[in-house]
């Protein structure tokens, strides 16, 4: 490697970057890693995600070439790491993907010769070190390595479609490939084949894949049948890590500057010598990769939960803060490996920087829900472990263990150190079975929803090629209603030239004034009618839809009448729905900057629904909202709404509106024009937000907003549902009316119905605890006579009869009061409450090391009963259905206990 080249991880990735742009490419910043508008995958795992409609042929761009250094997320489905991160020095979660693209302009040569001056011209890496693989027969890729790059035939490899033909997954854009690896040297093989080689694809250490050219020319279907794209393309990868690796002579992706500072952290949060950090290298780089994991998933929206994405970063985190536990961190510390991150990576990604405080909060806040949790863990095994040893047992059952790790986090390390000091082993053929289980549930969660490659886009495309450049004149913004005229049917996905009564058609206009669903707010729906001054027919809009760029489709069923393509039509948008939808609308981005100026600038919008009856917004805040936070809000939004602000909306440049301080929204996708709707005086409002939705002229349109509910959608996120204009005037209406009937039953005056009612509370609560009181004296009564129905099993005390307790509490009380009488024995009491029977056991700690298990004694009487139920060795409770054959499970009882006995 040449010293005068790039040697650090930054300068390595903007090198990358200026080559390319030098070189006609638009520098195209990183998309989310949550996929925009794509709901075919958890994350991106690839550069060409974001472009994936673009090598479709359904979305246009203003460039050709573009160059990305694209953030990725790899953990499920086919791309699956997470497994191999720590005991692997290459794989990894997070990883950043550069790439060139090319959209219809150049392709295999040109991609060939970018590679192979990148590497060594840019970088300086020896042409010598790198091989070449092409697809089995691409003779143009072969024959620009050997007759123009100059690479001897002995260093191109012609491989088969495992290696050299890519695809994203199942479906969509895929290719023929040609591979660079980079040769190590021979005394890094660890094959210990003579014959040594990329050819083999072995796995030997010797070989490292650094770039993969892709020469998109597919889109395969579900079905495997592949077309070609409307435009071949160039998409090619590679891995910074893997580069900068080569470039550091590092062979660990751990012992580069992307890794280095993140563990060096670490080891001084444990004041660790290099000899004890080289001993746990695992956990190290397990943490410094989930680090970097979970502070760009959580810069990017995502908040830990129980599923799809929001589990992915829950289970990734929870790793990480495991592996520190065996390290030896007792408190949070997460946070402070995640600055590092911040701190290294900031100004590449500068989102993780503007949201630093909000990043560090959020993994502190769930390291702290974890290590409660892993103490819960630690008190269930302790207690299951006792149980095991009381039925004689040295096992610890695999499901079990595995469910304290899945649903507590407790390690299988810890799990495992403690069967030891109790003397037990654990099943690990059950934990395995469970533990595969659990995969094949994170796979089926990689199935994301509905897969979108595999529609049929052809009645659509072909339909957009008859069309003017750009497609369907959208015009929402300037009216309701437009004249136009009908230029597309689609019966059952196919063109058709007229449609008739009854059916369900979807409907393409010359021009549209109906608003597509978008950023949460709702499609329009209204009526398409004949252009003329007695409409012969009219077709009923339920919905809009655009399946690909530049085509709007009115989905809807003819009223009336018979269409024909190219028929003058009147297009009307239900006026009153869309002024209900624009009220909520305009109320969602008032809501969202007073939570900001209440709350604090941490909030950000993580999702939302704009829909004519009500308005749901959810935003990143770690607690519960108070009840004076939420009349604060309530009011604020009310005020702003009766001071009549005027709402504007303008085009201008993305990173212009940025600039200026108009927020922008993760889940979206922006083109370089965007609309800014501003709230308050022109150019100085104090709501600015990327908007393409409809809104008000001025707030005081919105009549009045009344939140309805608050509560969380996850861990370091809630909603907010709320109503405006009509349906909030309904609600309180309805409210008021409820309140003066209630009112009116209790003979008070309306303004004192709070005080009657809390005073009627405190008079039922003292009734309450006087009922609980006479239920125990009568109990106790009753106990003293049910002693004299005790009979003894092979010199067992059992008692199992039927009482009038009222509920299990009481029962289970009377259980107290049997074994502090006799001191030793076994008592089932069964009741019927709500009309059903039930049951508490409880056996008394003697008996219980003789064999005797309440759990299991209750559970075969409640059987009798068509019930179930269990609980400890001393202590459980069940139910059942059958009233009638309570008596007879209550006699099988001695029988039972003589059984455990044996």
Same mark, same amino acid.
């Given at each position: 490697?040449?010293?005068?080249?790039?040697?650090?991880?930054?300068?390595?990735?903007?090198?990358?970057?200026?080559?390319?742009?030098?070189?006609?490419?638009?520098?195209?910043?990183?998309?989310?890693?949550?996929?925009?508008?794509?709901?075919?995958?958890?994350?991106?795992?690839?550069?060409?995600?974001?472009?994936?409609?673009?090598?479709?042929?359904?979305?246009?761009?203003?460039?050709?070439?573009?160059?990305?250094?694209?953030?990725?997320?790899?953990?499920?489905?086919?791309?699956?790491?997470?497994?191999?991160?720590?005991?692997?020095?290459?794989?990894?979660?997070?990883?950043?993907?550069?790439?060139?693209?090319?959209?219809?302009?150049?392709?295999?040569?040109?991609?060939?010769?970018?590679?192979?001056?990148?590497?060594?011209?840019?970088?300086?890496?020896?042409?010598?070190?790198?091989?070449?693989?092409?697809?089995?027969?691409?003779?143009?890729?072969?024959?620009?390595?050997?007759?123009?790059?100059?690479?001897?035939?002995?260093?191109?490899?012609?491989?088969?479609?495992?290696?050299?033909?890519?695809?994203?997954?199942?479906?969509?854009?895929?290719?023929?490939?040609?591979?660079?690896?980079?040769?190590?040297?021979?005394?890094?093989?660890?094959?210990?084949?003579?014959?040594?080689?990329?050819?083999?694809?072995?796995?030997?250490?010797?070989?490292?894949?650094?770039?993969?050219?892709?020469?998109?020319?597919?889109?395969?279907?579900?079905?495997?049948?592949?077309?070609?794209?409307?435009?071949?393309?160039?998409?090619?990868?590679?891995?910074?890590?893997?580069?900068?690796?080569?470039?550091?002579?590092?062979?660990?992706?751990?012992?580069?500057?992307?890794?280095?500072?993140?563990?060096?952290?670490?080891?001084?949060?444990?004041?660790?010598?290099?000899?004890?950090?080289?001993?746990?290298?695992?956990?190290?780089?397990?943490?410094?990769?989930?680090?970097?994991?979970?502070?760009?998933?959580?810069?990017?929206?995502?908040?830990?939960?129980?599923?799809?994405?929001?589990?992915?970063?829950?289970?990734?985190?929870?790793?990480?803060?495991?592996?520190?536990?065996?390290?030896?961190?007792?408190?949070?510390?997460?946070?402070?490996?995640?600055?590092?991150?911040?701190?290294?990576?900031?100004?590449?990604?500068?989102?993780?920087?503007?949201?630093?405080?909000?990043?560090?909060?959020?993994?502190?806040?769930?390291?702290?829900?974890?290590?409660?949790?892993?103490?819960?863990?630690?008190?269930?095994?302790?207690?299951?472990?006792?149980?095991?040893?009381?039925?004689?047992?040295?096992?610890?059952?695999?499901?079990?263990?595995?469910?304290?790790?899945?649903?507590?986090?407790?390690?299988?390390?810890?799990?495992?150190?403690?069967?030891?000091?109790?003397?037990?082993?654990?099943?690990?053929?059950?934990?395995?079975?469970?533990?595969?289980?659990?995969?094949?549930?994170?796979?089926?969660?990689?199935?994301?929803?509905?897969?979108?490659?595999?529609?049929?886009?052809?009645?659509?495309?072909?339909?957009?090629?008859?069309?003017?450049?750009?497609?369907?004149?959208?015009?929402?913004?300037?009216?309701?209603?437009?004249?136009?005229?009908?230029?597309?049917?689609?019966?059952?996905?196919? @063109? *058709? $030239?007229?449609?008739?009564? +009854?059916? =369900?058609?979807? !409907?393409?206009? &010359?021009?549209?004034?109906? #608003?597509?669903? %978008?950023?949460?707010?709702?499609?329009?729906?209204?009526?398409?009618?004949?252009?003329?001054?007695?409409?012969?027919?009219?077709?009923?809009?339920?919905?809009?839809?655009?399946?690909?760029?530049?085509?709007?489709?009115?989905?809807?069923?003819?009223?009336?009448?018979?269409?024909?393509?190219?028929?003058?039509?009147?297009?009307?948008?239900?006026?009153?729905?869309?002024?209900?939808?624009?009220?909520?609308?305009?109320?969602?981005?008032?809501?969202?900057?007073?939570?900001?100026?209440?709350?604090?600038?941490?909030?950000?919008?993580?999702?939302?629904?704009?829909?004519?009856?009500?308005?749901?917004?959810?935003?990143?805040?770690?607690?519960? @909202? *108070? $009840?004076?936070?939420?009349? +604060?809000? =309530?009011?604020? !939004?009310?005020? &702003?709404?009766?001071?009549? #602000?005027?709402? %504007?909306?303008?085009?201008?440049?993305?990173?212009?509106?940025?600039?200026?301080?108009?927020?922008?929204?993760?889940?979206?996708?922006?083109?370089?024009?965007?609309?800014?709707?501003?709230?308050?005086?022109?150019?100085?409002?104090?709501?600015?937000?990327?908007?393409?939705?409809?809104?008000?002229?001025?707030?005081?349109?919105?009549?009045?907003?009344?939140?309805?509910?608050?509560?969380?959608?996850?861990?370091?996120?809630?909603?907010?549902?709320?109503?405006?204009?009509?349906?909030?005037?309904?609600?309180?209406?309805?409210?008021?009316?409820?309140?003066?009937?209630?009112?009116?039953?209790?003979?008070?005056?309306?303004?004192?119905?709070?005080?009657?009612?809390?005073?009627?509370?405190?008079?039922?609560?003292?009734?309450?605890?006087?009922?609980?009181?006479?239920?125990?004296?009568?109990?106790?009564?009753?106990?003293?006579?049910?002693?004299?129905?005790?009979?003894?099993?092979?010199?067992?005390?059992?008692?199992?009869?039927?009482?009038?307790?009222?509920?299990?509490?009481?029962?289970?009380?009377?259980?107290?009061?049997?074994?502090?009488?006799?001191?030793?024995?076994?008592?089932?009491?069964?009741?019927?409450?709500?009309?059903?029977?039930?049951?508490?056991?409880?056996?008394?700690?003697?008996?219980?090391?003789?064999?005797?298990?309440?759990?299991?004694?209750?559970?075969?009487?409640?059987?009798?009963?068509?019930?179930?139920?269990?609980?400890?060795?001393?202590?459980?409770?069940?139910?059942?259905?059958?009233?009638?054959?309570?008596?007879?499970?209550?006699?099988?009882?001695?029988?039972?206990?003589?059984?455990?006995?044996?």
């Amino acid at each position: 490697m040449k010293p005068d080249r790039p040697q650090t991880a930054v300068d390595i990735r903007q090198a990358f970057l200026d080559y390319f742009e030098e070189h006609g490419h638009t520098h195209v910043p990183s998309s989310p890693l949550v996929p925009i508008g794509d709901n075919t995958l958890l994350f991106v795992n690839a550069g060409m995600v974001q472009f994936k409609d673009t090598f479709l042929g359904v979305e246009k761009r203003p460039y050709a070439r573009a160059t990305t250094s694209q953030k990725c997320m790899r953990v499920s489905g086919k791309h699956n790491d997470l497994e191999e991160v720590g005991p692997s020095p290459r794989h990894h979660t997070f990883f950043e993907m550069l790439g060139n693209f090319s959209f219809g302009d150049y392709f295999k040569r040109d991609a060939i010769h970018f590679a192979w001056n990148c590497l060594t011209g840019v970088y300086g890496i020896a042409g010598e070190r790198l091989v070449a693989t092409v697809y089995r027969d691409d003779d143009d890729a072969y024959g620009v390595w050997r007759d123009e790059i100059g690479l001897p035939a002995e260093r191109i490899m012609r491989m088969g479609e495992k290696t050299n033909f890519w695809s994203m997954g199942d479906t969509g854009p895929c290719g023929p490939t040609s591979e660079l690896h980079y040769d190590w040297g021979e005394e890094f093989c660890t094959c210990g084949r003579p014959d040594c080689s990329v050819f083999l694809d072995n796995g030997c250490e010797r070989w490292l894949e650094v770039w993969n050219l892709v020469f998109m020319q597919y889109n395969q279907a579900a079905d495997g049948t592949r077309t070609l794209l409307p435009q071949p393309g160039v998409d090619t990868g590679m891995g910074l890590e893997r580069l900068v690796s080569v470039i550091q002579g590092a062979r660990a992706n751990y012992d580069t500057d992307l890794f280095r500072p993140i563990m060096e952290r670490v080891q001084l949060l444990l004041d660790h010598s290099d000899a004890e950090r080289d001993a746990q290298i695992i956990a190290y780089r397990v943490i410094a990769d989930h680090a970097r994991a979970i502070t760009f998933l959580i810069g990017d929206g995502v908040l830990p939960g129980n599923e799809g994405r929001n589990y992915i970063l829950r289970l990734v985190l929870r790793r990480a803060a495991r592996y520190g536990k065996l390290l030896g961190f007792d408190e949070p510390f997460l946070a402070e490996v995640a600055q590092v991150v911040i701190e290294t990576m900031g100004h590449a990604y500068p989102e993780i920087r503007d949201r630093s405080d909000f990043i560090l909060n959020t993994i502190n806040h769930e390291e702290e829900r974890f290590l409660r949790t892993l103490d819960i863990g630690l008190a269930m095994l302790e207690e299951r472990v006792a149980e095991l040893k009381a039925e004689g047992r040295r096992e610890l059952p695999g499901d079990e263990v595995f469910r304290l790790w899945d649903t507590y986090g407790f390690p299988l390390d810890l799990t495992r150190d403690l069967a030891v000091e109790h003397g037990m082993t654990i099943d690990m053929a059950g934990y395995r079975q469970a533990l595969e289980e659990q995969r094949q549930r994170a796979r089926a969660a990689a199935q994301f929803g509905a897969t979108t490659e595999g529609r049929d886009l052809s009645a659509y495309l072909a339909l957009l090629e008859q069309l003017p450049d750009g497609g369907v004149d959208y015009v929402y913004l300037a009216d309701t209603k437009a004249h136009t005229r009908v230029v597309g049917l689609i019966l059952a996905g196919k @063109l *058709t $030239d007229h449609v008739s009564y +009854g059916q =369900e058609v979807e !409907v393409v206009l &010359a021009a549209t004034p109906f #608003y597509v669903e %978008s950023g949460g707010q709702v499609s329009d729906t209204g009526v398409i009618v004949e252009d003329a001054e007695q409409p012969g027919w009219q077709i009923d809009v339920s919905d809009t839809r655009r399946p690909v760029a530049g085509i709007i489709v009115h989905r809807g069923v003819v009223a009336r009448g018979e269409i024909r393509l190219g028929a003058a039509a009147l297009a009307k948008v239900d006026m009153e729905r869309r002024m209900d939808i624009q009220r909520n609308h305009t109320a969602t981005h008032i809501l969202h900057s007073e939570l900001r100026y209440i709350l604090g600038k941490h909030v950000r919008q993580a999702g939302s629904l704009v829909a004519p009856d009500r308005l749901r917004f959810d935003f990143t805040h770690p607690t519960m @909202l *108070t $009840d004076d936070e939420l009349r +604060g809000v =309530e009011q604020a !939004v009310n005020d &702003a709404v009766f001071a009549n #602000y005027p709402v %504007s909306w303008r085009w201008t440049n993305y990173k212009a509106a940025l600039a200026e301080g108009a927020m922008a929204l993760f889940s979206e996708k922006y083109g370089d024009e965007v609309r800014v709707v501003e709230i308050g005086p022109r150019g100085n409002g104090w709501s600015k937000e990327l908007c393409g939705g409809t809104h008000v002229d001025s707030t005081s349109e919105i009549g009045i907003f009344r939140i309805v509910s608050e509560g969380s959608v996850g861990s370091g996120a809630r909603r907010i549902e709320a109503l405006t204009g009509r349906k909030a005037q309904e609600l309180m209406s309805e409210r008021l009316d409820t309140m003066q009937r209630a009112a009116s039953f209790l003979g008070v005056p309306e303004a004192e119905l709070d005080r009657k009612v809390l005073a009627l509370m405190d008079q039922m609560s003292g009734q309450q605890k006087e009922i609980t009181r006479l239920r125990e004296d009568l109990a106790r009564l009753e106990f003293e006579g049910l002693l004299e129905r005790v009979v003894e099993v092979q010199g067992v005390d059992v008692l199992a009869v039927q009482v009038a307790a009222a509920d299990n509490n009481v029962m289970r009380q009377m259980t107290d009061w049997f074994r502090d009488q006799l001191g030793s024995g076994v008592v089932v009491l069964g009741a019927a409450i709500n009309g059903k029977p039930a049951f508490v056991a409880a056996v008394t700690d003697d008996l219980v090391k003789r064999g005797l298990h309440a759990g299991k004694l209750v559970q075969a009487v409640a059987k009798m009963v068509g019930g179930g139920g269990g609980g400890r060795p001393n202590l459980a409770q069940a139910g059942g259905t059958d009233l009638n054959g309570m008596r007879d499970a209550l006699a099988a009882v001695p029988e039972l206990v003589a059984e455990q006995l044996k």
